[in-house]
């Protein structure tokens, strides 16, 4: 039979239902996805769709299901049913309706006979559960991959479901999808995050272990050592240690780059330093060749040298090294310099340079380093440090010279002091930038004699 034409009053009281329907529906998926933009926690997604979907459908069960391929089983990460949220845990294996929305990877709607046409299809039925009227559920996907099922279930009512109710429904369970995915690479990418940090804090430890726990201070001396990495781990370093004959081996040392990488060239470099330097030692004997420190200080640097270049030349890395080696009885100071910055031999009313004597280690095979010599008389202080401390700039563009830093050394307050002082004078001139090089410092200071004594 033909249906009758509908009169013009009719038509506008049509047009304005189906408006009507259609603003609460943008007004839903408006909700949805406002809510969705500000959750990055998966459960709470699932929490929030599940919520809005019941405010708004006319349906006593909704429920919203994962699927796992490689398992084949879903899990019911939303239920609600008889008026509060309930709870299926574990994995099950999909059957009836939802297998057949997977199968398909299409909307399933069953508005009458449900309890028999899930019968046929398997549909496991749980003792205590409502047997539905009528029953509705769209697919979930993630890059054409089912991933759930987005369902609804009227239990009063057959063909409580329309045509409109599945696309309004496909639009949130697409709006879900992404943002499911969204959080669950955000999810990833946090645990990577807290992985690598471990990781980073890890080697923080482990580089920690390679600086000297306890400085030496002979009598008459005082020495004191700073380092701020700028970044997680360092490729600066510095060394003080003990060497045959009562001398005292003292290193600042600077790894090109910076990083992981760098640091691990910082373990190198410094392992085979204080190695070599101590070979008489480890060897238990007392090599002629090393009894002179100008001897030391030539071996320790060219193996060093050497060895990089030929078994890592190709990473291109090399390091700036200050190594000197104090005879606190005397005050001699016998040095390289291999490319470092010049260390500042300061005493009263002079500054003395100690520059270079050959290029940075690990840069060219078979280099002869020239060794120098200094005295370090009483009151003198010995300041060495790594080009992070001048570069450090602030936020108008003015760098940390020299000569502004110099004076808080040349006081009478010990050295562990000063060093803290000028570490105060470099995070008050960053005025909360990022720290950009790592900062070493190494200071040696000859005690005056006590008057009277």
Known sequence: MARRPLTPDEERKQLKEELAQREAELSIISS??????????????????????????????????????????????????????????????PGGFRAQVIRTRKPVL?????????????????????????????PMFVG???????????????????????????????????????ARLWEQENLYRKALEREFEIGREIQAGFLPVDIPNPKGWEIAATLQPAREVAGDFYDVFNLPGGTIGLVIADVCDKGLGAALFMTLFRSLLRTVANIDFYARTNAQFLESPAARIKNAISITNNYIVETHGDTGMFATIFFGILDPRTGLLTYLNGGHLPPCLVRPGMVQKLNGTGPAVGAMPDINYSICEAVLEPGDVLFAYTDGLTDTVNPRGDAICEEELLPILAGGQPLKTSLLQIQNRVQTSLAGARQYDDITMLAIRRCRKSSGR
């Open 110 to 138: 069953v508005n009458t006979h449900v309890a028999e046409k899930a019968a046929r299809l398997g549909q496991p039925t749980i003792p205590g559960t409502i047997t539905p009227k009528s029953w509705l559920g769209v």
């Open 32 to 93: 949805v996805q406002e809510g969705l933009a500000s959750h990055l926690d998966v459960q709470a997604i699932y929490d929030l769709v599940g919520i809005r979907i019941r405010d708004f459908f006319d349906a006593q069960v909704v429920m919203i299901s994962t699927y796992d391929p490689v398992t084949n089983t879903v899990e019911h990460r939303y239920a609600y049913e008889k008026g509060e949220q309930i709870y299926f845990p574990g994995h099950h294996p």
């Open 144 to 182: 054409g991959q089912v991933t759930g099922i987005l369902s609804l279930q009227n239990v009063d009512e057959e063909n409580a479901f329309t045509k409109s109710h599945v696309r309004l429904l496909q639009t949130l369970a697409a709006s879900m999808s992404v943002a499911l995915e969204n």
